[in-house]
C-alpha cells in the first residue's frame, strides 16, 4: 500500500505562489494517479487536479486552471503543485491522494482512495 505525505504549506500573500509536494513511498501500481483535493473551513473537500503516472497526463479543475501545475519527479515518488496568483478563497487544507483513477464527473473529481496528511495553505489578503 502506499503511503502519501503533503507538505510546503504555509502563508502567502494573494497573489503569491506556493509548491506543495507530495511524496509516495511503499507499494505503488505501475499505472495510477495522483490527485491534490482541498478543504477550507465549513466546506466540503474539492478535488483540484490530478496526474497520471504513466504518461504524465493531467486534468485540472476550473478553480485552478491557470494558476496552478501539477507536474511529477518519479525518480524521487513526488509530484509537486506549483500555484500561483493565490487568492484568499485558496486558503485550505491541502491533502494529496492516490487512486487507480482520476474520474471526473460534470468538472468534479471524485475521492481518491488513498489519502496522505494535509498541508494548510493561508492566503492573506
Known amino acids: 500500500e502506499v503511503q502519501l505525505q503533503a507538505s510546503g504549506g504555509g502563508l502567502v500573500q494573494a497573489g503569491g505562489s506556493l509548491r506543495l509536494s507530495c511524496a509516495a513511498s511503499?507499494?505503488?501500481?505501475?499505472?495510477?494517479?495522483i490527485g491534490w483535493f482541498r478543504q477550507a473551513p465549513g466546506k466540503a473537500r474539492e478535488g483540484v487536479t490530478c496526474i497520471r503516472s504513466s504518461d504524465g497526463s493531467t486534468y485540472y479543475t476550473d478553480t485552478v486552471k491557470g494558476r496552478s501545475t501539477i507536474s511529477s519527479e518519479n525518480a524521487k515518488n513526488t509530484v509537486y503543485l506549483q500555484m500561483d496568483s493565490l487568492k484568499p478563497e485558496d486558503a485550505a487544507v491541502y491533502y494529496c491522494?492516490?487512486?487507480?483513477?482520476?474520474?471526473?464527473?460534470?468538472?468534479?473529481?471524485?475521492?481518491?482512495?488513498?489519502w496522505g496528511q494535509g498541508t494548510q495553505v493561508t492566503v492573506s489578503s
Open positions: 511503499g507499494s505503488t501500481r505501475d499505472d495510477y494517479f
Open positions: 491522494a492516490a487512486d487507480r483513477r482520476c474520474r471526473v464527473v460534470a468538472g468534479w473529481i471524485l475521492p481518491f482512495g488513498t
